[in-house]
């Protein structure tokens, strides 16, 4: 049922000559109806946290070789650990669906860019990056003397 807005309907009565007095208490009834419900609470927000899932095929991340990965999200009273198994459980549900027995997901790639949103919330998880995204690799320490270019730099300016 297709909805209109309580002021288009006003007018439509104003233009039909509608009594003032009529009209002014029908859309009050309107309004009234309109309005959300005060005493409806929304549940407080799902806190999540980030984890990031990295594509190794050969078992090389020791190794100083480039990674892919996605940035995903978990609620936060659940284990990280869980993420591929809830990926996994996203996979298996779209692949039951029309779309998905015509174009099936067959890998953990193929399953976070082309399965709908709908399907991961259900399992509990929620994908950030769709696209794959590198991923650098640091000691997490910042040098104490400033690198040769910098010192060059700063004697120029």
């Known amino acids: 049922m297709p909805k ?3 002021n288009k309907v006003a007018e439509i009565l104003k233009k039909n000559e509608v009594e003032p007095a009529l009209l002014r208490q029908i859309v009050e009834e309107m309004n009234m109806l309109v309005q959300p419900e005060v005493d409806e609470e929304k549940p407080p927000a799902l806190k999540k946290q ?3 899932l990295i594509s190794d095929p050969e078992g090389r ?3 100083g070789n480039d990674f892919a990965g996605w940035v995903v999200q978990v609620p936060e009273n659940e284990s990280v650990l869980t993420t591929q198994e809830r990926i996994f459980k996203g996979a298996y549900e779209f692949n039951t669906t029309k779309k998905g027995r015509l174009l099936p997901v067959k890998t953990v790639g193929e399953a976070i860019e082309n399965v709908p949103a709908k399907h991961f919330k ?3 998880v929620f994908i950030k990056t769709k696209t794959p995204v590198l991923m650098l690799k ?3 320490e910042i040098p104490t003397e400033a690198t040769d270019k910098d010192t060059r730099r700063r004697r120029l300016s």
């Open 122 to 124: 259900e399992a509990g």
């Open 4 to 6: 209109i807005d309580v």
């Open 138 to 140: 640091t000691d997490n």
């Open 50 to 52: 980030f984890a990031i």
């Open 61 to 63: 991340l020791p190794a």
